[in-house]
């Protein structure tokens, strides 16, 4: 069965999305791992947090890539990990730019997830093409 344009698009933007979030990940469980050995009780505290963060933007970036998966290879289920995933990526921007992070990095991490959200949101073959 021959995918449409849009829907490679589609995968292709939720490849460099998942790469993208797995190096942001790397990024911080390198700074949960420095955190570790210094101080007593609260910054390898903070650590641990960090780690965790880590891991939760990690299988977020993984969601993307099993996304694209499904999408070259034709499956059905394909486009529910790429919502959970634009649901759960587009909840950490806010919290991340609640914390006071700037604006351009909340821009930066929603485009995609957002033109993604669009696509899926449209009646066309995105959803009921996969």
């Known amino acids: 069965m021959e995918r449409s344009p849009n829907l490679k698009v589609m ?6 999305q998942g790469v993208f979030g ?15 050995g210094q101080g007593l009780l609260l910054i390898p505290f903070l650590g641990v ?3 965790a963060r880590g ?14 998966i ?5 499956k059905s289920w394909a486009w529910w990990p790429c919502i959970t995933a634009v649901i759960i990526n587009l909840f950490l921007v806010v919290g991340v730019l609640v914390q006071g992070a700037p604006l351009i990095e909340g821009i ?7 033109v993604l959200l669009v696509s899926f ?3 066309s073959d995105a959803v009921a093409g996969v």
């Open 70 to 74: 499904g999408v070259f290879l034709g």
């Open 55 to 68: 891991v939760v933007i990690s299988i977020v970036a993984l969601l993307y890539v099993l996304f694209a």
């Open 11 to 16: 995968a292709v933007l939720a490849i460099v």
């Open 49 to 51: 947090m960090a780690v």
């Open 108 to 114: 930066a991490w929603s485009v995609i997830p957002a």
């Open 121 to 123: 949101s449209q009646k």
């Open 22 to 36: 797995l190096l942001r990940a790397y990024n911080w469980v390198q700074i949960g791992t420095n955190l570790f």
